[in-house]
């Protein structure tokens, strides 16, 4: 079993950064494509990052793009999402996610293998 365990979120002022984690088990790291949801209360779950499973192809989702930063390190079997000049519109439960397939997708449906979560909570 795939096991994902975020971590890295907490309280933080507008304009400040924080760095979130996922460190996988269970599982060959570099087969999975690796991606980064949010989940505002009362909002659907929405795409924010994707990585390969090299490293070579990277998407962000446009509110997000100039601020945050996808990378990986295989040897460690972690992905991070570094976020900076974070915004209120930014709170919201991070999620870490596995994808057995190739492709990339923005689709929460795509992914297979999904961490508890962590909460970013940006103050104005």
């Known amino acids: 079993q795939v096991q994902l365990v975020e971590s890295g979120g907490g309280l933080v002022q507008a304009g400040g950064s924080l760095r979130l984690s996922c460190a996988a088990s269970?599982?060959?790291?570099?087969?999975?494509?690796m991606g980064w949801f949010r989940q505002a209360p009362g909002k659907e779950r929405e795409f924010v990052a994707d990585?390969?499973?090299?490293?070579?192809?990277?998407y962000y989702a446009d509110t997000v793009k100039g601020r945050f930063t996808i990378s990986r390190d295989n040897a460690k079997n972690t992905v991070y999402l570094q976020m900076n000049s974070l915004k209120p519109e930014d709170t919201a439960v991070y999620y870490c996610?596995?994808?057995?397939?190739?492709?990339?997708?923005?689709?929460?449906?795509?992914?297979?293998?999904w961490g508890q979560g962590t909460q970013v909570t940006v103050s104005s």
């Open positions: 996610a596995a994808n057995i397939r190739s492709s990339y997708s923005r689709l929460p449906t795509q992914y297979d293998y």
């Open positions: 990585i390969s499973r090299g490293g070579g192809s990277i």
């Open positions: 269970g599982g060959t790291f570099s087969n999975f494509r």
